[in-house]
Structures are given as C-alpha cells and as structure tokens.
C-alpha cells in the first residue's frame, strides 16, 4: 500500500500562474482533506470531501477550487498563484466516524510550494 | 465552533528528562474525538493516538503517556526519558463525531528539542 500520495513534491510558480496538486489515496477512505502548513500557524483545511463527487469548503478556501471525481483521488487548483499561498500543502484521507474503524487521518508527504 | 490551544511554542530538555505537552481545546460536542499527530523535521504527519471523548483512561505506550481530563478540557501529551529522535514538532487536534463534521482543527503545534 503506497498510503497517501501527493503530486508534485515541490513547484515555484510565478504571480498568476495556475497549477493543480494531485493526492490520490489506495486505502478506500470515503473522506478527503487538503490542509496548508504555514510557519507558526499549525494545519488549516482548506477544502475537503465526504465522498465523491462532494466538496465542501474549510477554514481558509479562498483562491482554491477542488474536484473529487473518482473516490482515491483529490485534486487542489490555484487558477491565479498569490504570493500569499506560498506553503506547505498537505494531503488527508481517512474513513467515516460511523464505520467504527477510526477516523484518524492520515497525511500525504506534502508539497513544498513557492509563489514568486 | 472547535478550537485547540497549544500554549508551548517551543520546549528544549536534555535527553532522558521527562517532557509533557500541553493541549487544552473547546467544543460544544458531547462526543468528539483527541488525536496528537508528530511532524519530525523530515515534515511528514505521523499518527500517535486518537481519544473518544467518553474514554477517559489514561493510555500508555512505550515511553508516551497521554492525560485525558474532560473536567479541565486537556489532553496532554509526556514523554518519558526523552531521546534525540522526539525532536519534533507535535500537533494536538480535534474533531467531531457528526456526518460532516469530523474535519480536524489543529492546535498551533509545539516545537521539541532533545538536546543530547
């Protein structure tokens, strides 16, 4: 089981630029997350998806749109790169409370990404 | 709304002292769910434990301890004759239990230095 993966590692875009960061996930978890990680300020979701074809907006949405058209997999999209969105951006899946499993969730590596 | 406080930014102890992190958090769930996750410098998010609110016992595993007191609104997180490897950052978080409602919200984080 590869677990979370996300797509790409690292990027630098420039102002305005668009870009899409992929997670996909192989454990069939119904819920997805995308947080960003930002120095002194901890994890903030930013949009998330109780299955597919759901989304639902988080803390701090704004500049994002996602799109879950197949259950493994989550993609984020900045249409036009701030500055302001230069951070770490990390991948989440995990099952529904009521399956009784457990809900922890568990995290992609990250992405590493620079607005210049 | 949910809320977590982390109230340690950083702490620096010598090997083999013991640590506690502190986690205080704010929900007006009757049932929700702790969870203390660890960010090593690597950055990848490692799962350390998960608390339903109606379980109080204190847990034990290796050298970590966690303190669950539903009276003061903590779960506080000790680690036991501390080793380099804890250097860490550790988040505490929490979430609901409802359909919709299980995102997490992250504390701020605590940066752990062992100093050897």
């Known amino acids: 089981n590869a677990g979370v993966t996300q797509t790409p590692k690292f990027r630098v875009l420039k102002t305005g630029q668009s870009m899409t960061l992929l997670c996909a996930q192989d454990m069939n978890h119904e819920y997805m997350y995308w947080y960003r990680q930002d120095p002194g300020m901890g994890l903030r979701l930013i949009h998330y998806?109780?299955?597919?074809?759901?989304?639902a907006k988080g803390e701090v949405p704004d500049g994002y749109n996602v799109s879950r058209l197949k259950k493994q997999n989550f993609l984020l999209g900045l249409e036009s790169a701030a500055p302001s969105q230069t951070s770490v951006y990390f991948c989440?899946?995990?099952?529904?409370?009521?399956?009784?499993?457990?809900?922890?969730?568990?995290f992609g590596p990250g992405t590493r990404l620079t607005v210049l | 709304a949910q809320k977590v406080t982390q109230a340690q930014t950083e702490i620096s102890v010598v090997e083999k002292e013991d640590v506690t992190l502190d986690c205080v958090y704010e929900?007006?769930?009757?049932?929700?769910?702790l969870f203390w996750y660890k960010q090593p410098p690597s950055g990848e998010l490692v799962f350390l434990i998960r608390?339903?609110?109606?379980?109080?016992q204190n847990e034990i595993s290796g050298r970590y301890s966690w303190n669950f007191q539903k009276s003061t609104s903590s779960f506080n997180f000790t680690i036991t004759a501390s080793q380099v490897v804890d250097s860490a950052v550790y988040f505490c978080a929490l979430s609901g239990s409802n359909f919709g409602n299980e995102k997490l919200t992250f504390g701020t984080g605590t940066r752990l230095t062992i100093i050897p």
């Open positions: 989440a899946s995990s099952y529904p409370t009521w399956e009784g499993i457990g809900n922890e969730q568990f």
């Open positions: 998806s109780v299955g597919e074809g759901t989304t």
């Open positions: 608390r339903n609110s109606f379980d109080e």
């Open positions: 929900t007006r769930d009757t049932t929700y769910y």
